[in-house]
């Protein structure tokens, strides 16, 4: 399985031909979605939903995603299926299993939104805007870095609870230049603490897992 990191909160999975896109907001580039199967969406908010690029899907893509999402995809042609905690299933070759159910406290005077994370194939989990543990091992963990919602004890008491293999930064692209030498900085010092590989990947960067 290859993944992609695409601009701030999306990525890209492709094994065996099949492409799975998680999060393609407004503020990633419209070629994440190229020849994709299947789409999986953890929120409402715009940095991970775009509703005018998801309607240009042909009918044969599943999309994958909470009730309030959904609620906002029905005039879409692809085929929207509505996801909770707890729910397994399988899409364009892989197995997902969701796991968590609100985003992170954000605004004092705003109640949080419905956010569910995805575990792919037992291997990446990618929690959404969320801290949510995962309840099992899992080898990459994509953890958010970035955002009002966050500060950095938390992305790193994150990475200490779930201990994953391999742990790759995600909404990271409010930061300017000297945001993500922040960003790099805390990862950095956390792998070597963990012994483990932690770090950001450059827009566009592919890895093998």
């Known amino acids: 399985m290859e993944l992609t990191k695409f601009n701030h909160a999306c990525v890209r999975l492709e094994k065996d031909g099949r492409v799975l896109v998680i999060d393609p907001g407004t503020l990633s580039a419209e070629s994440a979605l190229d020849g994709v199967h299947a789409v999986l969406i953890t929120h409402e908010h715009f940095d991970h939903l775009e509703p005018v690029r998801l ?6 893509v599943e999309i994958w995603t909470c009730e309030a999402v ?10 929207v299926h509505t996801v909770r905690h707890g729910d397994g299933f399988e899409t364009a070759g892989f197995r997902v299993d969701v796991i968590g159910e609100w985003h992170a406290h954000n605004l004092p005077d705003v109640p949080p939104v419905q956010n569910v994370g995805f575990l792919v194939d037992e291997e990446v989990f ?12 899992v080898g990459v963990l994509l953890v958010p870095t970035g955002g009002p919602w966050l500060k950095a004890s938390e992305v790193l008491g994150y990475l200490r609870e779930v201990r994953p293999q391999r742990a790759y930064s995600t909404h990271d692209g409010l930061y300017n230049e000297a945001g993500l030498k922040l960003v ?26």
């Open 126 to 137: 990618y929690p959404g805007d969320a801290f949510t543990p995962p309840g099992v091992e």
């Open 70 to 79: 959904a609620d906002q995809l029905r005039d879409v042609s692809a085929r």
């Open 184 to 209: 790099d900085s805390w990862l950095e010092a956390e792998a070597d603490r963990q012994k483990a590989e932690m770090r950001r990947l450059a827009v566009g960067e592919t890895i093998t897992l």
């Open 55 to 60: 309607a240009k899907l042909p009918a044969e």
